[in-house]
């Protein structure tokens, strides 16, 4: 079974910056697109940003659109969240996801890791 891990979450300023990263155990069609959602206390969990890893297409909440940046490292095989220009509205609990596509990770993740807190205070 493919594992995912965060690491990277804390605490920071509002207008700081912060990188999320996630590194999978291994490669599987469930993990060919991989992203981010969150949740803040009491609310849904919503999608924030996702990459696929062959095509390299990106998707972004219109939330962050601007702010944060997926990326890659086939290497490494990690996928990078770059938040930048933090606000208090981003803290949440951050959670990596992934599925065969983009489409798929938006409405059926396969799997998830086990999140990682961010607050931006202000």
């Known amino acids: 079974q493919v594992q995912l891990v965060e690491s990277g979450g804390g605490l920071v300023q509002a207008g700081g910056s912060m990188r999320l990263s996630c590194a999978a155990s291994?490669?599987?069609?469930?993990?060919?697109?991989r992203g981010w959602f969150r949740q803040a206390p009491g609310k849904e969990r919503e999608f924030v940003a996702a990459?696929?890893?062959?095509?390299?297409?990106?998707d972004y909440a219109d939330s962050v659109k601007g702010r944060f940046t997926i990326s890659k490292d086939n290497a490494e095989n990690t996928v990078y969240l770059q938040m930048n220009s933090l606000r208090p509205a981003d803290t949440a609990v951050y959670y990596c996801?992934?599925?065969?596509?983009?489409?798929?990770?938006?409405?059926?993740?396969?799997?998830w890791g086990q999140g990682t807190q961010v607050t931006v205070s202000s």
């Open positions: 291994g490669r599987t069609d469930s993990t060919y697109a």
């Open positions: 990459v696929h890893w062959f095509s390299g297409n990106t």
């Open positions: 996801a992934s599925a065969p596509t983009i489409t798929m990770l938006h409405t059926r993740p396969q799997l």
